[in-house]
């Protein structure tokens, strides 16, 4: 309501703004500040859309002078909602009306002595002057608490991954390494098998012993190919920088 001719009172502000309550009932809080704006006594009285949702202190009340203010709390425990809304009433009251106003009395008066206005509702949001920030020192430790975790992922699933992609780009080096191993171990294996035939062992345990050599030369030389493939490529290991965990 703007302090026109045929204004009775000022409401500050002229929207109702909710903000979060800071006592122990909890809900959602706003404030309105009513001014008597005539020299002689004002009456008013609040109303809502939805009375099971709000309470109003006061909701009933007068101003018997000029100047005269009253802090008007309206509270919610339910979320505010855009259509939600109030209903100011203001009337001139007599001296003896002013002493004695109540709601029975309020349901008495004339249509036509009282005035109307609205007030509209809203959820207040915090400036961002307001918002909590961090101190200088405290955004570098997280930035780099953010730097390390990102780099101990990377390294992580760098290590862990595997993909005959990653197979086929294999240096054309570490593929003849890989054949010259395995010929090599065959033909170690293969004499040990010969040097334990020619002494007469059983054909069992020599079937047994050339199961053993076949997976001795197929996994060794596999375990190397697996560790070029996946290791990180960002890591050299063979820099005397970085000494064994046994060390």
Same mark, same amino acid.
């Given at each position: ?44 009285? @609040? ?11 006061? #909701?009933?009340?007068?101003? $018997? ?52 206005? @609205?007030?509209?509702? =809203? ?14 020192? =405290?955004? #570098?430790?997280?930035? $780099? $608490? ?6 101990? $992922? ?13 197979? &086929? ?7 003849? &390494? ?8 065959? =033909? ?17 345990? &020599? ?41």
């Amino acid at each position: 309501m703007s302090n026109s001719s045929g204004t009775l009172i000022r409401v500050t502000p002229s929207e109702l703004h909710f903000g979060s309550a800071t006592d122990s009932a909890g809900g959602y809080v706003g404030r309105l500040i009513i001014k008597n704006m005539r020299s002689n006594s004002v009456g008013f009285k @609040f109303k809502t859309n939805a009375p099971e949702k709000f309470s109003v202190k006061p #909701v009933l009340g007068s101003l $018997t002078e000029i100047g005269q203010t009253v802090e008007i709390t309206v509270r919610s425990l339910q979320p505010i909602s855009p259509d939600d809304r109030f209903l100011i009433q203001t009337i001139h009251l007599s001296p003896e009306e002013a002493r004695s106003l109540s709601s029975s009395m309020w349901r008495t008066f004339s249509s036509q002595r009282i005035r109307e206005g @609205f007030i509209n509702c =809203r959820l207040a949001t915090a400036s961002p002057s307001n918002s909590p920030s961090l101190s200088p020192s =405290r955004q #570098v430790v997280s930035k $780099t $608490t953010m730097t390390m975790k990102t780099t101990h $992922t990377q390294m992580r699933s760098s290590q862990r991954s595997f993909s005959w992609k990653s197979v &086929l780009e294999i240096p054309y080096m570490t593929v003849q &390494l890989v054949i010259y191993l395995i010929y090599h171990l065959f =033909r170690r294996m293969f004499k040990l098998y010969s040097e334990l035939a020619n002494k007469g062992w059983p054909r069992r345990n &020599l079937l047994l012993v050339a199961v053993v050599c076949l997976l001795v030369v197929i996994a060794l030389p596999l375990r190397k190919l697996v560790y070029i493939t996946v290791r990180p490529a960002n890591i050299n290991f063979d820099s005397p920088e970085i000494s064994p965990l046994s060390a």
